[in-house]
């Protein structure tokens, strides 16, 4: 599909892009087909698509998957999908809000176009919602910049190792703004994110893990111990921290961004072990 038929497409149904819900649709069908081969769609895939707009992307995967689950928050859209898709039952459109849904249950594959607004909330529930092997997104290259980056780089933060404790990322490629309508003012990036495996660690485990990195980079600026102790989110003893610290061979005065997520997981151990 070229833009103006994307267009004239979108003009039919009566649906005018809205760019406050991240509606920039995917016409090139160069990337579409890079997407499908590099997500490997098995015939057995049950595949959840997060926001599939006007179908196009929904359209190739439903080609290749034993089902998908689409679920779309805007309303003109998902009647519009109903339509596009009646004569596929493999295809269910839900309308609804991905971040205030129940995870769909028996999803083998994530595949999506994330609306960039919210990228990070839905990346965090499919983390904890899911729990399905692989998830393709395409995001903004700088978010993507963000989830690779190495401990001391500036994009490295929260977002870092929070995502990099549920999964590995590898970049796959980049999507040049005319491959959509309308342009977005970023270049996007498409990724892919292998589950790690957490299953050592119950939810209070994890619930604390998560304690630990909020109230380390909440003191971004002030060395490691200082971040611990004085944290609005916690309340860690000064002379626990200390011990945690050196136990796990991390000097007090280190900042946050210089500690890996094995770092992290470490330091919730410790700091486990001295509550
Ligand atoms: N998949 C389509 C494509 O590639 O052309 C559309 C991608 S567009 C970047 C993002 C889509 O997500 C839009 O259709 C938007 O309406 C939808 N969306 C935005 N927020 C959402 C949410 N919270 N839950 C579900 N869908 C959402």
New binding site residues.
């Given amino acids: 599909m070229n833009k103006a038929e994307l267009i004239a497409r979108c003009a039919d149904a009566g649906i005018s892009p ?1 760019r406050r ?7 090139n069908e160069t990337i579409i087909a890079r997407i499908v081969a590099a997500a490997g769609i098995q015939p057995t895939d049950r595949v959840l ?10 359209e190739a995967i439903a080609e290749r998957a034993a089902s998908v689950h689409a ?4 309303a003109g ?1 998902a009647r519009h999908l109903r339509d596009a898709f009646a004569h596929r039952d493999t295809v269910t459109i839900s309308h ?4 205030k ?1 129940a995870p769909v249950p028996g999803i083998t594959k994530i595949i ?7 990228a990070s909330e ?1 990346l965090f529930a499919i983390a904890t919602g899911y729990a399905n092997p692989e998830t393709y997104v ?1 995001l903004q290259r700088e978010m993507a910049a963000r989830i690779a980056a190495r401990p001391g780089g500036k994009d490295y933060g929260a977002l870092t190792v929070t995502l990099g404790f549920y999964f590995s990322m590898e970049r796959l490629f980049d999507i040049d703004k005319q491959s ?1 309508h309308p342009a977005p003012e970023v270049t996007s990036t498409f990724i892919r994110l292998a589950r790690t495996d957490i299953a050592a660690h119950d939810a209070r485990w994890i619930e604390r893990f998560h304690t630990v990195v909020k109230s380390a980079f909440w003191g971004r600026r002030k060395p490691i111990l200082g971040a611990l102790v004085e944290s609005p989110h916690a309340r860690f003893v000064r002379d626990g921290v200390i011990a945690a610290l050196a136990s796990c061979m991390i000097p007090p005065n280190t900042r946050a961004e210089r500690l890996s997520v094995d770092d992290y997981r470490a330091l919730t151990e410790a700091l486990a072990e001295r509550e």
């Fill in positions: 809205n819900l991240g509606q920039n649709f995917l016409f698509e997060i926001g599939p707009g006007m179908g196009t992307l929904t679920i779309e928050i805007d859209l609804a809000d991905f971040l849904s999506s176009n994330l609306p960039y607004y919210c839905i395409m959509f």
